[in-house]
């Protein structure tokens, strides 16, 4: 069986291409795709070639062709055998998926839409959605604590939103573009700073009285760190949510981090529990139907957050602004048509 997939066939290009699907094996699922949506860091960082990619790999050059779009929706075609989950007609998102209009992958990563009021576009967020939910579980939140979140991508919009629904208060978030401020004050954020500004940390404190309890580190960068640290209170957790794929590190741990008695938590998505969830472990099956449930109730608004919606056609100049655009919009390419013009 033929399918349609985005690759990146070598560093800075993108190409829609004709690759094979096999017949199902056992434990799988075969999905017509409906949205898949954009993880801009991610996906920068693969096709500009970087080598560090995998937090587990050890390479040291890049390899291609490589294949993303792990956060995607659509609707069963036909399950294995011994597949309980779901059956065909079901709608349903999915993780460490591609982007591609037919696609086989494992039951484990298949989360069945079961509410109706649930968008095939939203549920395209909701892997994506899980990488911050599993940040803030990890710094086990309590209601009425304040929280500031360190960069305004998609993960640190989504982190606002959680973070909201999670009953902190107030919820800072944080970037120097001044767009991404107002968008995040837009969805609910209680404050929108500019970490370069003069007294940046002196705000932050005076806002929280003392200091904040958490913080979510989106950007995977070490300066952000660093004026995150000066942002906390004693005691206080920070979920370095971000890829820190290189070392570009100088903290004062002693005075930032030792004295103060600051929790410092490996919150990439991959160490988390495989099978069972427990108490600020969940898998991420549990979180993406956590995340399901918390849309249809309309606590959560992940389908707002998109920006741009492109075909798959438009893959090559779509990843061209990727590579380019220090501020990328969130976007989604839509499966449901093979041509048409590109919409916003």
């Keep these: 069986m033929q399918c ?52 587990y790999s050890k390479d040291t050059e890049a390899r291609f062709p490589r294949f993303c779009g792990y956060s995607a929706s659509g609707t069963v075609i036909s399950v294995s055998d011994d597949v309980t989950r779901v059956k065909p007609g079901d709608r349903v ?52 604590e304040s929280a500031v979140v360190m960069g305004l991508g998609i993960l640190g919009l989504i982190a606002v939103q959680l973070l909201l629904a999670a009953g902190a208060v107030p919820v800072i978030a944080i970037d120097p573009d001044e767009s991404r401020r107002k968008r995040a004050l837009e969805i609910g954020a209680d404050y929108a700073l500019d970490p370069y500004a003069e007294g940046f940390a002196e705000r932050v404190k005076s806002i929280t009285h003392g200091g904040t309890n958490v913080a979510i580190e989106v950007t995977g ?55 069972e969830s427990s108490a600020g472990l969940w898998t991420t099956h549990d979180d993406a139907m956590a995340l399901l449930r918390l849309s249809a109730a309309g606590r959560l608004h992940l389908g707002s957050l998109i920006e741009e919606t492109y075909f798959p056609e438009d893959a090559p100049s779509v ?26």
């Design 221 to 275: 960068n070490g300066q952000a760190l660093d004026q995150v640290l000066d942002c906390m209170t004693a005691f206080g957790r920070v979920a370095l949510l971000g890829c820190t794929r290189h070392s570009d590190f100088t903290i004062d741990y002693y005075h930032k981090v030792h004295g103060p008695g600051i929790t410092l938590i490996g919150a990439h998505t991959m160490a988390r529990p495989k099978k």
């Design 4 to 55: 349609k997939q985005i690759v990146f066939t070598r560093v800075n290009h993108a190409e829609l291409m004709e690759q094979e699907i096999g017949p199902l094996a056992a434990g799988q699922v075969l999905v017509r795709t409906a949205y898949t949506t954009i993880s801009s860091g991610t996906e920068r960082a693969n096709i500009t070639g970087d080598p560090n990619v995998s937090v």
């Design 319 to 344: 990843y061209e602004r990727l590579i380019h655009e220090k501020i990328f919009p969130v976007t989604q390419f839509d499966w449901s048509k093979s041509t048409g013009e590109p919409r916003r």
């Design 93 to 144: 998102a999915l993780s460490w998926s591609h982007h591609a209009d037919v696609q086989t992958i494992a039951e484990e990563n298949v989360h069945p839409i079961t509410d109706s009021r649930v968008t095939l576009q939203e549920a395209s967020v909701v892997h994506i959605a899980t990488f911050p939910l599993g940040a803030i579980r990890k710094c086990h939140l309590e209601i009425g």
